[in-house]
């Protein structure tokens, strides 16, 4: 059976919280498709822990319960291999389907990235040719960013993955997995609105994130319930957000977000394959 009063408040936290924080920048002016201010950029980053948040004022203050049932366990270091290996390289199939069905081209000389530096008064001429740059950044987000993204991508996979995935599982996994899927998406809505990974479809593009939530969800939701970490997930997250908003968008800057990049309709297409293809080998 599940907890509805422990869902309950998690979800009325995490929402009102979130909602009232990119409520009030957006009021002020904060805009995904202009140069955000650094503060802004910053609320952002701590908005990412607000289900971490939510998770401590349910369990402490409203079930009582503790942290025992979010899996707050490192486990083996195999998964963390596999994961940072396997994510990397679907986004390497991702952008490939996308040149080839021809819904962007890489831009190997990086023209649009230099037109945006020299836009914020970069001095072009103290910059390394794009045969440097692009190696250094994908080796950057293979080594060194996922460490980084996925310390930030705990605060909502202690909620999501840690807290409530666990409260959800009675419903079963498909309907778990799904409503999670459908959660995670909404819980974006606001920054969506304003063009976040959907600029220019305020609304499909909300219809979308919440596929790609799911999809995505459905990978991330397996192996964390297989090797019962939360710190897993996190990983798989940071991994994701490294490889998502690095090399990949560097190189493909004019993709349609509805149908290629790391975004659009093939992405949801290759995440599904994968949750659906870790879900079997757990039942297998």
Do not use: C
């Amino acid at each position: 059976m599940i907890d509805r009063k422990g869902v309950s408040a998690f979800l009325i936290i995490t929402f009102t919280l979130t909602y009232l924080i990119e409520g009030a920048l957006i009021w002020a002016g904060f805009r995904i498709d202009e140069q955000p201010a650094v503060l802004g950029q910053l609320a952002i980053v701590g908005v990412m822990w607000t289900p971490a948040l939510a998770t401590v004022l349910t369990v402490k203050l409203v079930t009582r319960e503790g942290f025992a049932g979010t899996n707050l366990r490192f486990g083996s270091w195999r998964p963390y291999v596999k994961t940072g290996l396997v994510i990397p390289a679907a986004f390497a199939l991702i952008y490939a389907l996308t040149w080839l069905l021809g819904l962007g081209a890489p831009d190997w000389r990086l023209i649009q990235f230099q037109a945006q530096m020299e836009a914020m008064g970069a001095d072009l001429s103290q910059m390394p040719p794009p045969a440097r740059i692009l190696p250094i950044t994908l080796l950057t987000t293979l080594l060194f960013t996922p460490f980084i993204n996925s310390a930030v991508a705990f605060g909502e996979e202690l909620g999501w993955r840690g807290y409530l995935l666990p409260k959800l599982m009675p419903l079963g996994k498909a309907k778990a997995y799904l409503l999670l899927g459908v959660i995670w998406g909404l819980w974006h809505a606001p920054l969506v609105l304003i063009g976040f990974n959907y600029p220019g479809y305020p609304f499909l593009g909300l219809l979308w994130m919440v596929g790609l939530m799911t999809a995505l969800g459905s990978y991330i939701n397996e192996l964390t319930l297989r090797h019962r970490s939360t710190f897993l997930a996190a990983w798989m997250h940071g991994v994701f957000n490294s490889q998502g908003y690095g090399v990949w968008r560097l190189l493909f800057p004019a993709v349609n977000p509805l149908w290629g990049g790391m975004t659009g309709l093939i992405a949801i297409l290759v995440w599904s394959a994968l949750g659906i293809r870790e879900i079997k080998r757990g039942q297998s």
